[in-house]
């Protein structure tokens, strides 16, 4: 199709499911009962889908047995693991809402999270690694050492009336820090007093448009908001994230991303559960040599990750031990793609039809993927097209104005995939969607004749030198070329003469050095002068979330407080 302007809407031959999670959920049980639903290699469980779907069902009836009703906000603070999915599915099916809190969360964020959602429940594991998260919600809940188990009543907290504790690695653990925890075991005893019509009854009041799902934007720009998402975005989101990797009951797919994400919670666990496939957790947090164990031991024909995550595996001193040719499809978001990278994740890690995906967690979130058919340049100069039953159009930054093709506008969604809203802030979602129900991204990009959209950078991460406006990723894609170097971001700094600077921290590949003066080489006569990079900075590791998105905003407050303490350097 040629488009005179950038506006793309796809109806699409499969209809949009209408059913919730828990119909979907139930239907698939049933017809795949026997075939495994999830493989947790750090827990060494697997589950059958009648066996997900028997521990579902009591932990429902363990949350009615506890007081938890439809419209209720349950928090999940933990890493991957099985009884993160059985919370995630069980909360479905009675219609609490479940309000996913990154693991990396200290006390503010934590407060933060349980405040903005109005949390009145929270399960959690002890701790992981150096967070003690039992310890910290002592901090920040004193009353619990004292109160009874179903009645905290904190000063800081007054809505969260229970935390529920529970450990992964020994899940018949009876230990409790004081005695304001319940124990899982205990939820799980309470749905002895909950007859099985009662939890029937509670599902049938559910409809596909109530919200079931806080998740909190991944932070790479700020302070975190809630997005209030229903059945109906997730589901179907999932469903064709699912159509287009050709996903179907006897594929297994690896997934190194958070649960607690988006992607995890939903391109993941969602997707495999709408078609029948097997969800295969090869760690708690990700770890690339736990990944790469995994795929060539469950034989998994899918993985997802953000680039970072590919990288880890690739650069691994061990990746060529492993035999990866199971490996079919995924999925990789989050991050611009550079070619290299796609190349070895094709060629080295026996992915020829890895899809690039792009969308936010306000649209569910994936608005854009490419085919497993599109030209390799498609699949590494664009993020594809939008998914069945979606708009996308390209706007003009002052005027509004749908921009024509190839020109950069910023990027807005509509459909069946953008969120309900931002919980408690009808200011922040007024400014989000506009009266017309366009969900503006605040990613920058250009569309071209055929509907594929490339992405050429966020609003806030475009420097403004002088005048000149330059996009960080297209810098970043020239970079990844050099041969030494194994990662890059690049950003604006202040300037006193420019307004700003291009700064460039990279990564080097193992075993690799380099200097500034050589990286400028490299650029010179290849790109523009004014987007060479003035500083450069060769570092270890970058600032990231949990789901490995680099967080620019960091980079540049570091940055800026260095350069303003020992003055322009190169």
Known sequence: MTLARSYCHRGGETPLLGDTIATR?????????????????????????????????????????????????????????????????????????????????????????????????????????????????????????????????????????????????????????????????????????????????????????????????????????????????????????????????TDRLAVPVPFYHCFGMVLANLACLSVGACLVIPAEHFDALATLQAVQAERCSAIHGVPTMFIAQLEHPRFREFDLSSLRTGIMAGAPCPPALMRRVMGEMHVPEILIGYGETEASPLSHLTAHGDSFERRTETVGTNLPHQEVKVVHLKSGATQPVDEVGEVCFRGYHVMRGYYGDDAATRKAIDEQGWLHSGDLGAMDGGGYLRITGRLKDMIDRGGEKIFPAEIEEFLFGHPKVAQVAVFGVPDRLYGEAVMAWIQLRAGETATAEEIRAYCDGRIAHYKIPRYIRFVDQFPMTVTGKLQKYRMREIAAAALQSTGPAR
């Open 25 to 249: 959920f139930a239907e698939n049980a049933r017809r795949f009962a026997q075939r495994e639903a999830v493989v947790c290699v750090q827990q060494r469980r697997r589950l059958s889908y009648a066996e997900l779907a028997s521990a579902v069902d009591r932990l429902a009836r363990g949350l009615l047995g506890i007081g938890f009703r439809r419209g209720e906000r349950i928090g999940i603070w933990s890493t991957d693991n099985i009884e993160w999915l059985l919370l995630q599915l069980a909360t479905a099916r009675i219609g609490v809402v479940l309000v996913n809190i990154n693991p990396a969360d200290r006390t503010r964020e934590l407060a933060h999270a349980l405040q903005r959602a109005e949390v009145q429940g929270l399960f959690t594991i002890p701790a992981f690694r150096s967070s003690d998260y039992a310890g910290m919600l002592l901090e920040l809940l004193p009353e619990i050492e004292s109160a009874a188990p179903d009645a905290l009543a904190g000063k800081s907290l007054p809505l969260l009336r229970r935390v529920v504790l529970f450990d992964p690695a020994r899940p018949e653990a009876t230990a409790r820090p004081c005695p304001g925890f319940t124990l899982w075991q205990e939820v799980m005893a309470a749905a002895d007093s909950v007859p099985v019509a009662d939890l029937e009854a509670a599902s049938a009041e559910l409809d596909r448009d109530d919200p079931i799902n806080i998740q909190y934007t991944s932070g790479t720009t700020g302070f975190p908001k809630a997005v209030v998402l229903t059945h109906h975005n997730l589901l179907n989101n999932a469903w064709f994230a699912a159509q287009a990797m050709r996903l179907g009951e």
